[in-house]
């Protein structure tokens, strides 16, 4: 009897300790032989490891927002492309029955399309390039400890944070052959022969797009710059003056190489801001501001909800999708290559 209480308190023991595995699974009867217990199931260690990683750990927080956006985001933009193979004018269902490129040969052989795209690459390239030189300029300005530092840089900063149609309000007034600020400042200095129709003429009208939105967003570059050079070490100021360089030329070969970086994120910003100026474009001069200043942008929303030809303008859409690509592409390429992506 006691040898029966002896192998019952061990075989318990045993259990209790997780001593389950193998031939080591033996448990008493009452009738003093041994039985066999299934052996646990282990949980093997690349489970364990997908289960404790902080990708399994994480999903609850990015999966359905992640599942929301390539629904909503690119799964639209990838209709858009479908959409695009199609003849679908806006009445009716598509017909996704015969997809191919003739809406693309249409739009390339159509005038229009590339008086659009010439204005959208001038005004890419021509505010991005004066928005980041003045930026530039400011911020040497501020850098080099002009008072009242932090109300001008206020100062600059705060067209950035008006939207679009608020900015091509103020400017329509600030345009006005009449009573707009512009030209009164023109009369007043004795200059009436310079005062112009600036949002009516077509020879300026791209030029006074330009011009209103690098006053909206080189405050922005001036911030981006005037950070990149609080972030440059005194040393290579000394070492430039020790070597007898002049203010000039070490700008032009010690700080500005310092500022790439800058420069590339703010170009990236502009540029695809410069994208998006619809807003801007549609306060000013509504559907149709003429072959001067049309955009690709413009003429999208045009063929689209005007003409009501979606095919059209989804086509439009997608080359402006591309443009968009071949602006953000190369920055996110140098971040991935420097690891800060």
């Known amino acids: 009897m006691r040898e029966l209480i002896r192998r019952i308190r061990a075989a318990s ?10 031939d080591d699974d033996a448990t008493a009867r009452t009738d003093g032989g041994e039985t066999r217990e299934l052996p646990r199931t282990a949980v093997g260690p690349r ?20 599942l929301y956006m390539g629904l909503f985001v690119y799964g639209a933009i990838g209709w858009n492309v479908v959409i695009s193979l199609t ?34 690459v001038v005004l890419l390239l021509v505010f991005t390039g004066l928005s980041l030189v003045v930026g530039l300029v400011l911020a040497i300005l501020i850098d080099r400890g002009v008072r009242f530092e932090n109300t001008f840089r206020t100062i600059y900063l705060l067209p950035m944070s008006l939207s679009f149609v608020v900015t091509a309000i103020f400017w329509a007034w600030m345009y006005n052959f009449e009573i707009g600020l512009v030209n ?11 005062t112009q129709q600036w949002i009516s003429d077509p020879r300026f009208k791209l030029l006074a797009v330009i011009f209103a939105l690098m006053w909206q967003f ?8 005037l950070a990149g050079l609080r972030a440059i070490p005194t040393d290579l100021y000394e070492a430039a003056k020790v070597d007898g360089a002049s203010t000039a030329r070490m700008y032009w070969r010690v700080i500005l190489p310092q500022l790439r970086a800058s420069t590339t994120s703010a170009a990236v910003v502009l540029m695809v801001f410069a994208l998006k100026a619809f807003d801007f474009l549609f306060v000013l001069f509504g559907t149709n501001p003429g072959p001067s200043a049309d ?41 991935y290559k420097r690891g800060e992506l």
């Open 87 to 120: 003849d679908w004018s806006g009445f009716g269902t598509p017909s996704y029955a015969n997809l191919d490129l003739s809406t693309y040969s249409r739009m390339l052989s159509d005038p229009n399309f590339w008086t659009a795209t010439r204005n959208t």
């Open 13 to 22: 023991r045993r259990r209790t300790a997780g001593w389950g595995d193998g």
């Open 184 to 194: 009164e400042l023109l009369r007043a200095a004795g200059l009436n022969f310079l």
């Open 295 to 335: 955009i690709l942008a413009m003429m999208m929303f045009r063929q689209a909800f005007t003409v009501t030809n979606w095919a059209y303008g989804a086509a439009i859409a997608t080359i402006l999708f591309v443009l968009a690509l071949g602006v953000i592409s190369p920055y996110l390429y140098l971040q």
């Open 47 to 66: 489970i364990r490891s997908l289960r404790d990683s902080e990708f399994v750990r994480s999903l609850p927080f990015w999966l359905l927002p992640g």
């Open 218 to 225: 080189s405050g922005y570059c001036m911030v981006v710059y």
